[in-house]
T-cell receptor, first 115, second 114 residues
């Protein structure tokens, strides 16, 4: 069964450093998302991406964040200058398309630890 | 601003009995609701969904009920199995102005005891 994959599974970085989290969505999916979950809190939407551009972003997704689909398979989230409060699980998700089907398939997540 | 609320942080049920997980929402623009299951160190796994034009959707042991007037939905698991022990998230999304981003509740941790 096709699945969303994410690398790395765990990233440790120093405050102020740049990190890039990588995702490979399911191959025939068209909409891509990043979510995060701070420990003990709910899963929060960060950004959606369709047709090579951002469709929607939350207030969390400030200028320190960017997303890119550099080729036909990868979808990346970059945090330019990490802060302690960026420590969280980051989940990538994808879906075939809107309309009646909203089910998003999530990857296993990347645990980001900012020291 | 909790648009999706799961007021029970945990639920314990005996194996074979029914598990009922509840979810309330405040945004009347939501028109599609989903339940996800999550194990530790894994991503959320889609379980079942329901459109606002329906009041019930069933898939095997899982049934979701939607009461639009009360802005309430529930997930029923019958019969409950120990492997169902996980955190269950209710999520909602709406067509109006939203490109499908999901708004999640805080989750309910279900423990099914043998």
């Amino acid at each position: 069964e096709p699945e969303v994959t994410q690398t790395p599974s765990h990233q440790v970085t120093q405050m102020g450093q740049e990190v890039i989290l990588r995702c490979v969505p399911i191959s025939n999916h068209l909409y891509f998302y990043w979510y995060r979950q701070i420990l003990g809190q709910k899963v929060e939407f960060l950004v959606s991406f369709y047709n090579n551009e951002i469709s929607e972003k939350s207030e969390i997704f400030d200028d320190q964040f960017s997303v890119e689909r550099p080729d036909g398979s990868n979808f990346t989230l970059k945090i330019r200058s990490t802060k302690l409060e960026d420590s969280a699980m980051y989940f990538c998700a994808s879906t075939k398309g809107l309309g009646e089907v909203y089910e998003q398939f999530f990857g296993p997540g990347t645990r980001l630890t900012v020291l | 601003d909790q648009q999706v609320k799961q007021n029970s942080p945990s639920l314990s049920v005996q194996e074979g009995r029914i598990s009922i997980l509840n979810c309330d929402y405040t945004n009347s623009m939501f028109d599609y609701f989903l339940w996800y299951k999550k194990y530790p160190a894994e991503g959320p796994t889609f379980l079942i969904s329901i459109s606002s034009i329906k009041d019930k959707n069933e898939d095997g042991r899982f049934t979701v009920f939607l009461n639009k007037s009360a802005k309430h939905l529930s997930l029923h698991i019958v019969p409950s199995q120990p492997g169902d022990s996980a955190v269950y998230f209710c999520a909602a999304t709406g067509y109006g102005g939203s490109q499908g981003n999901l708004i999640f509740g805080k989750g309910t941790k279900l423990s099914v005891k043998p």
